[in-house]
């Protein structure tokens, strides 16, 4: 009776979507106050619907129920019970009902949470978020049945994806999914200001914790999904800029840019027009993601192998949302105020500018996503891979981190030139002198010296906010900043460090036979049957000596038979200037072993930066949360 009982909880939480709507609408059109009473207890029963139906779901993947098609299809009785929990999302029928039951508990948080809105405006948010949901609810249940029964029951399942079986799965997806989610929240918000013709700053405060929450979670998931696939795939690469990787970049660069608007419209009532359009572009660019990675176009180790059919079923989501809200946007554009007005060399003008450069950035991703897509409609096939990304992008994100050490230099309103160049003297200086430290002792390439000056330069400058300020009384979101920008200029050194110094060695070894990497001297001391839980493998025993010190690394070739597969699970050995990454290949009938060994310098300061980043996030919400409920207790006092 699980499978009935989600299904029936799936049904339910669309049905109440659709009620949720209708009543929102009737509400607002009619001024009945009963109806638009209604619409928030909808909306959190919703949403609890929503989350049985994904518990169902586990439960049924847990308990290895082969009278279910997912999870025959996506499952073993003898998998570990992690990758039974976190299988029941690593399929497309799973992985879309946890992003509709994310989107249902969303929607029942607003409803529970959000009272700096006007009513109106609110009921208007709630009735875009059901619009949303009754779309993907109607795509489950008509299209991709998560519950659907088998007969008879299977007498075992077909086995998870060997590459899923890490618990990376259990952390990258949901978090990939709530920020895709707290966009689509964004996207309401905006939507119901244009309804109800309230695009201000009260609108600007009630959406930037979902803004900020969304970025949050799309910056670790992907940090987390840039980390899982370097050290699983066995290539010794942590981007590769693979479509469905840029389906997860493109959302996180809205976003970015939606950030730093939505914070000038809450703080300065300023850029009201931009703020609601970059909304529509980041829901856009998610619905873009999901259309990408379901709709079976992509051939890619991340991609959902769907039929078609679903991806038509999607593209016509897509076109309903998006064409609508821009249609919407067009018609009430016009109302939408000005709001103030500022100078060029302001903090304002810093921040347009920095959504200029994320917004041209996002242009040449989606471009190159998507050219060799079309053009293989029409019968031309085509790659666009990571010389072209690298050589278009790079310089413009290059720019932009100019243009990160710069703005929060800047004062609002309006500043003076002069004054800004005396304050941008100590990162200039940072920049120069690391630029030329790096010519004199070990040059990189032109665009790894760029990086790294740069990086430096950015490094003063976002810690310059704090200098003669008392720690201790500087505003949270002040900090936030400050760590956040700190993380860039950290990931941009790792990126700069891998790509410049970064020493590879291939080699076909035999039994104790050393091999020099970098810094290190590897030997191959054997060759050794290993057996793991649901796998079998051929264990290489490295040892690798570095000033006199010797560690242990253990790369294997896994064996799979549930499904038939051969993976390569790199050793890695972390030290603090860098890793030192191996994989076991083949033999070579000669008594030999191929070995890829590689020393990446300073690598892990991109995932370090990453994690900055979030923390930055984190740290801005947490302040604004305290300063707002500071300043809610100050007038409930008065």
Not at 2 to 17: H, K, P, Q, R
Not at 392 to 407: C, D, E, N, Q, Y
Not at 596 to 603: E, H, I
Request: aromatic fraction near 10%; include cysteine.
């Amino acid at each position: 009776m699980i499978a009935e009982t989600g299904l029936a909880a799936l049904w339910l939480a669309a049905a109440l979507a659709a009620l949720q709507l209708a009543m929102a609408a009737l509400g607002l059109t009619r001024g009945q106050p009963a109806l638009v009473a209604a619409v928030r207890p909808i909306a959190i029963v919703q949403g609890g619907l929503a989350a049985i139906a994904m518990a169902a779901l586990i439960a049924l993947f847990l308990g290895s129920d082969m009278s279910v098609k997912l999870v025959v299809e996506n499952s073993h009785s003898a998998k570990p019970w992690l990758y039974k929990f976190a299988g029941a999302w690593g399929n497309h029928e799973g992985s879309m009902l946890l992003w509709v039951t994310i989107l249902g508990l969303a929607g029942g948080a607003v409803a529970i949470l959000e009272r700096r809105l006007p009513e109106r405006t609110l009921i208007a948010t709630l009735a875009a978020q059901a619009g949303i949901a009754l779309g993907f609810y109607a795509f489950l249940l008509f299209a991709s049945n998560p519950f659907a029964r088998i007969s008879p029951a299977a007498r075992d399942g077909l086995g998870l994806n060997p590459l899923l079986q890490d618990p990376g799965l259990a952390f990258h997806p949901p978090t990939l999914y709530i920020g895709y989610v707290g966009i689509s929240v964004a996207f309401s918000f905006a939507v119901g200001a244009l309804v109800t013709r309230d695009v201000g700053p009260v609108f600007a405060k009630a959406m930037r914790p979902w803004v900020l929450g969304a970025w949050i979670f799309l910056t670790l998931g992907i940090t987390a999904g840039s980390y899982w696939a370097y050290y699983e795939l066995g290539w010794g690469g942590w981007w590769f800029w693979d479509p469905v990787e840029n389906a997860s970049l493109m959302p996180w660069l809205a976003a970015t840019a939606l950030l730093h608007s939505v914070t000038v419209l809450a703080t300065r009532d300023g850029l009201r027009a931009w703020t609601v359009m970059l909304a529509v572009v980041a829901f856009s660019m998610s619905m873009i993601g999901t259309f990408l990675v379901r709709s079976g176009i992509l051939t890619s180790v991340h991609a959902f192998a769907v039929d078609p059919e679903r991806g038509a079923f999607i593209l016509v989501l897509l076109a309903l949302y998006i064409g609508g809200a821009l249609a919407l946007f067009a018609a009430r554009i016009g109302t939408v105020r000005a709001g103030t007005t500022f100078e060029f060399v302001s903090r304002e003008g810093g921040l347009v500018i920095n959504n200029l450069l994320l917004s041209v950035i996002l242009g040449v991703v989606l471009i190159g996503t998507l050219y060799p897509l079309v053009a293989a409609s029409f019968g031309v096939q085509l790659s666009v891979g990571p010389p072209f990304f690298n050589a278009a992008a790079g310089p413009i994100a290059l720019a932009l981190v100019v243009a990160m050490a710069v703005g929060p230099l800047l004062r609002w309103r309006r500043d003076d030139a002069a004054a800004l160049l005396d304050r941008l003297i100590w990162p200039i200086a940072a920049a120069g002198f690391t630029g030329a430290g790096l010519v004199a002792l070990a040059p990189p390439g032109v665009m790894p010296l760029l990086g790294l000056s740069l990086a430096a330069g950015l490094a003063v400058a976002s810690v310059l906010p704090l200098i003669g300020r008392n720690p201790w009384r500087t505003p949270l979101f002040t900090w936030g900043m400050v760590v956040a920008h700190l993380g860039i200029a950290v990931s941009l050194a790792g990126m700069a460090c891998d790509s410049a110094y970064t020493a590879e060695t291939l080699i076909a070894a035999r039994v104790g036979q050393p091999v020099r990497v970098g810094p290190y001297v590897v030997r191959l001391d054997g060759i050794k049957p290993v057996v793991g839980e649901n796998w079998s493998a051929l264990e290489a025993r490295l040892s690798a000596t570095r000033d006199g010190e010797r560690i242990l690394l253990r790369p294997q070739s896994r064996f799979f038979s549930d499904p038939v597969t051969i993976t390569s699970e790199s050793a890695i050995a972390t030290e603090w200037d860098g890793q030192l990454y191996t994989v076991l290949g083949q033999p070579d009938g000669q008594g030999r072993w191929q070995l890829r060994l590689w020393w990446k310098p300073f690598v892990t300061l991109i995932w370090f930066g990453g994690a900055l980043i979030a923390l930055g996030g984190a740290l801005s919400l947490v302040g604004r949360w305290r300063r707002e409920r500071r300043a809610a207790a100050r007038e409930a006092y008065a």
